[in-house]
């Protein structure tokens, strides 16, 4: 069971490490690497190392993703995307 499970997140790894580097859209970059970081997290956990399952989930995770979303707010293209929810 837990090697498929490992193999599963794995190969979600891979999948969302290249929508992360394919993705036209920053932001669904970030997204993709917040997944990424999450993913990871669980597979530190599953092969137990839970302190560096806790480090990966609260920096990757939380604090990076947060990080890139505030610069891409600060972009030009961020700032178009915050005036279009400002229409509706």
């Known amino acids: 069971m837990t090697v498929y499970l490992v ?7 891979i999948f969302t490490a ?5 993705a036209e859209d ?3 970059s970030v997204i993709a690497l917040s997944v990424f970081g999450v993913l ?3 597979l530190f956990a599953l092969f137990r190392a ?3 399952a806790l480090t ?3 920096i ?7 990080l890139f979303l505030v610069a891409y707010s600060q972009t030009e293209k961020g700032r178009e995307f915050d005036r279009k929810d400002d229409l509706k």
Do not use: K
């Not at 193999?7 to 790894?13: E, N, R, T, V």
């Not at 990757?60 to 947060?66: P, R, Y």
């Open 50 to 52: 839970p302190d560096v």
């Open 18 to 22: 290249i929508v992360a580097a394919e």
């Open 56 to 58: 990966q989930a609260i």
């Open 60 to 66: 990757n995770s939380g604090l990076v993703t947060s």
């Open 7 to 13: 193999g599963f997140i794995c190969a979600f790894l």
């Open 26 to 28: 920053i932001l669904s």
């Open 40 to 42: 990871l997290a669980i």
